[in-house]
């Protein structure tokens, strides 16, 4: 029996003009996320430069909290590229596939091009962007290993709450601790339609579910380090922010 602490989902294609997105509007209880797919540079660039324009930290008008996650389409790969990044900013959600180059025979592995692969360390090596995720640390050297791209500064959501006594470690017992929110659970669902990866070929329940974890890690993360703020201010303004 559902609960007031339940969050309610859903999800619903949005028909835009740029035929290089697939995008969606995922309701998450009474907050509507744009979830934009692509393969698109250009698209990434647009996303990239908006979200830079968002600020949450009122402190340093110049820091971004973005929330980044890596995903494997059949299960996680240690040595192979990311199938699927996912950056979310608030109640933005943006999901990016590299490009599938054949490797061997009929093996495909994904590579990020040289122009996206600039705009992302372009993004995420700037010293205003702070980026957060549960298990931060494993997607950090993944990123650097089999991307080329390093993060400059990351912090692992766990230890952030930790700085307020909660032990919590995974992403759905954050939710219920700090934000009073029970996430449903995810049940087995694949990322493709077909065989092939393409925006068009994810399945809309992973697109709402993966949209619903980078949304609720942002607000983790923003609650926190909106009271990490407040005792800063107590103790005189010293310390960081995160």
């Excluded at 600020?55 to 110049?62: E, I």
């Excluded at 494993?138 to 080329?148: A, I, Q, R």
């Amino acid at each position: 029996m559902a609960n007031e602490n339940d969050v309610l989902m859903t999800i619903n294609p949005l028909n835009i003009s740029d035929t290089d997105v697939v995008a969606h509007t995922v309701q998450i209880d009474k907050v509507k996320i744009l979830t934009m797919v692509t393969e698109s540079d250009q698209v990434m660039a647009k996303w990239l430069k908006e979200a830079k324009r968002f600020t949450n930290n009122t402190k340093r008008p110049n820091t971004i909290v973005v929330t980044l996650s890596g995903h494997n389409v059949k299960a996680p790969e240690p040595r192979r590229p990311f199938d699927l990044l996912v950056l979310s900013v608030a109640s933005s959600c943006f999901m990016f596939l590299p490009d599938q180059e054949c490797a061997s025979g009929y093996e495909y592995v994904p590579r990020l091009s040289p122009r996206s692969k600039i705009l992302l360390e372009d993004f995420l090596q700037s010293r205003n962007v702070t980026v957060v995720g549960v298990g931060i640390e494993t997607l950090v050297k993944k990123m650097d290993m089999l991307h080329g791209i390093t993060i400059a500064n990351a912090v692992d959501l766990r230890e952030l709450a930790e700085k307020h006594e909660i032990w919590d470690k995974d992403l759905g017992g954050l939710s219920m601790s700090v934000l009073g929110k029970n996430l449903p659970e995810q049940k087995k669902i694949h990322w493709w339609l077909s065989g092939w990866y393409g925006p068009d070929d994810l399945t809309p329940e992973k697109v709402m579910y993966a949209t619903a974890e980078a949304y609720f890690t942002f607000q983790i993360a923003s609650v926190l380090i909106a009271k990490k703020k407040k005792e800063k201010q107590k103790k005189g303004g010293k310390g960081s922010d995160v």
